[in-house]
């Protein structure tokens, strides 16, 4: 099929590229390519097209004529040279859990599928887990448990490892051992033109420094190394999840606000994610909580007494080693919150210390929501609260990560089924600037966003800073200046 691609460059200007026979291109036999390669489109092998395309969110998702699994690290570098040399447009993905509104700038692409590089190795003596860019962070809890070993990981167990990582990656042991970025010794990246580099504090340090916050727009990372640790008080867990009807939002809240507000820390050991929903069957607005602790169930519940006094339609507690934790927690519903296909989309911002009426009028505002949009009920509202201990423990200018004080991240979680779809969204806009003035983030209104939950609506500023942003815009000039790392919360090569 002939296909046309024009490559927007900074400055504004259209190249207009020469039209390219994508299937010959990607076919020629001369590229040598590895054979465990897989080139699919969407009329010829369907079924491996749709392996290499799925989305968890198909809410403004790419679209793509072509896709290719590279089985290799040089075939990956191959692609990203023939994207050059014949005009097309590509994206890199392992896991395809992104959402960002940028996402359908990208037309009749090539989807760059990397879930094939999913080599493991952990090295227990020297305590390092490299993995591919095609792992996912379920894969990771059986090598390094079977080697007594443990990281820090986001909540879910199918995004994938370097795209968390990428954005810096926050999650319940962020107390005990910073974000996942933190962990990160090093990195094999494919740069614009399809040359290999190597990043860590001793080579390539200033591009190491942006990986870990703007990682997604400097380059495609093939492989990465992590500093692992041995397990946390035995890697056991205690898991405490609760349904709770709505009318008991304030007490909880309370709770919430006494250990996030000013002047206070969740302890290093817990944290708690809270989902607002709509009960369908009942017609009713109800919260879920996951609460994990760092040790035994005993110790938890003396810990956590007030949690349990508040009345529960439902109570699940059990202690499970680290390996079980993302398994087991919020009622075992990872699989649920993994589903692929779905409708939806995120719109995040950060709290720097949290307020119970802050929270109380979140939910209110969600229930005329609910209410006043029935195709949109599925819609939820997830509240993360982490502690940042360890996260607070690195310089604020050792990643380009900008929000390291913040503790708790919400996102607001549209779904949508109907023709409300416009209006729904406008009201959930309306909520996140209401969020943002409460925030305690003085700048840009307020609204400050953890990258890999925004929605691409943000500006720069309110994504990786504005102290970020000279440092960031001068590795994006040196590393990718013609901007092909594009569709992810793109940075310009200039700035301001």
Known sequence: MLWLAPILVDAGVTVQPRRADLRAVLTDPYLNLDPGTIISFPDSNPDEYFKATERWSIYQAPTYSAAVTPATEEDVATIIRL???????????????????HLDDLN????????????????????????????ILRDLYGPLSDAGLQIQTGVCGCTGLIGVTVGSGVGRLQGIYGLIADALLSVRMITAEGDMVEASREVNSELF????GAGANLGVIVSATYEVYPMYRGGQFTVLDFVFEGKHNQTYFDLLASYMGPGQDLPAEISASTVLFWNVTHQTAQFMANWAYAGPEEEAQEVLAELLDIPAVTTRIVQVPWRNLTATA????????????????????NLRNVYSNVLQEL??????YWKMFPDAVLSTVTIESFPNQATM?????????????????IMLQPMFGGPSAPVAMAYLCGVRAQLAVASDYEEYAGLSVYVNYSQGDESLEQIYGARNLPRL????????PDNVFRFNNPIPTSYP
């Open 330 to 349: 919020v009622f075992g519903l990872d699989p649920l919150i993994c589903a692929p296909n779905r409708p939806i989309t995120i719109m995040g911002i």
């Open 393 to 409: 423990a690195y310089p604020a200018d050792s990643s380009a990560y900008p929000w390291r004080d913040a503790k708790t991240y």
């Open 108 to 135: 009749e692409g090539v989807a760059l599928d990397l879930s094939a590089l999913n080599t493991i190795i952990v090295d227990r003596e020297a305590r390092q887990l490299t993995a591919g860019a095609g792992v």
């Open 209 to 212: 420094w942006g990986i870990r």
């Open 363 to 368: 939910m209110d505002r969600m229930v005329v």
């Open 83 to 101: 994207s050059r040399q014949h005009n097309f447009n590509f994206l890199a993905t392992g896991s395809r859990h992104g959402y960002n509104r």
């Open 473 to 480: 815009a001068a590795l994006k000039a040196k590393y990718d």
